[in-house]
T-cell receptor, first 114, second 116 residues
Framework: GESVGLHLPTLSVQEGDNSIINCAYS??????FIWYKQESGKGPQFIID?????DKRQGQRVTVLLNKTVKHLSLQIAATQPGDSAVYFC?????????????FGTGTRLTIIP | EPEVTQTPSHQVTQMGQEVILRCVPI?????FYWYRQILGQKVEFLVS????????KSEIFDDQFSVERPDGSNFTLKIRSTKLEDSAMYFC??????????????FGEGSWLTVV
């Protein structure tokens, strides 16, 4: 079946370094991808999104890269801070009416080492 | 910043009992969702709701589940007869419009349901 999955379940990064979190998806019909951050005991928080007609999008300290050829998505966080420690989920959805539900990946736990 | 609010934050209930989880979506949003997350697992879609009716639901959302928008601000999830496997964090979410890129879905803090 169609799925969105993550390569690595955990990632530890020294504070101040850059981090890269990867995600593979298998639904070639996916139009829209989102990265969410989830802190312990809280709901998913939107970080950044990208449409399938783009290959890169930048936000504040974050960059999302999309490689449609290999169905791969990544989230780069620059100059990591302790507050970046969380579980990060990629999610995909369609853009058509009736196909807006988010399909989440399994999550990567990012730990920032002081 | 507007946010989705959920109550209760935590509820413990006995197996077979009915549970109602409540949500107040962001005020100008029109599209509402329930998701759930079993401990240590990924977030799963349950149901989406638009224009006072269900627009999409997953296999998880069986006859034991129902949703309602009883007034202009609340959105509820009812589980008629809870089972042990219903224990999970339930997230309400909302979005302003449907079917458009940049249509950010905002999540609440969740209601943790424990069935004993």
């Amino acid at each position: 079946g169609e799925s969105v999955g993550l390569h690595l379940p955990t990632l530890s990064v020294q504070e101040g370094d850059n981090s890269i979190i990867n995600c593979a998806y298998s639904n070639s019909a996916s139009d829209y991808f989102i990265w969410y951050k989830q802190e312990s005991g809280k709901g998913p928080q939107f970080i950044i999104d990208i449409r399938s007609n783009m290959d890169k999008r930048q936000g504040q300290r974050v960059t999302v890269l999309l490689n449609k050829t290999v169905k791969h998505l990544s989230l780069q966080i620059a100059a990591t801070q302790p507050g970046d420690s969380a579980v990060y989920f990629c999610a995909e959805r369609g853009l058509n009416f009736g196909n807006e539900k988010l399909t989440f990946g399994t999550g990567t736990r990012l730990t920032i080492i002081p | 910043e507007p946010e989705v609010t959920q109550t209760p934050s935590h509820q413990v209930t006995q197996m077979g009992q009915e549970v109602i989880l409540r949500c107040v979506p962001i005020s100008n949003h029109l599209y509402f969702y329930w998701y759930r997350q079993i401990l240590g697992q990924k977030v799963e879609f349950l149901v989406s709701f638009y224009n006072n009716e269900i627009s999409e639901k997953s296999e998880i959302f069986d006859d034991q589940f129902s949703v309602e928008r009883p007034d202009g601000s609340n959105f509820t999830l009812k589980i008629r007869s809870t089972k042990l496997e219903d224990s999970a964090m339930y997230f309400c979410a909302s979005s302003e419009v449907r079917g458009a890129a940049g249509n950010t879905i905002y999540f609440g803090e969740g209601s943790w349901l424990t069935v004993v």
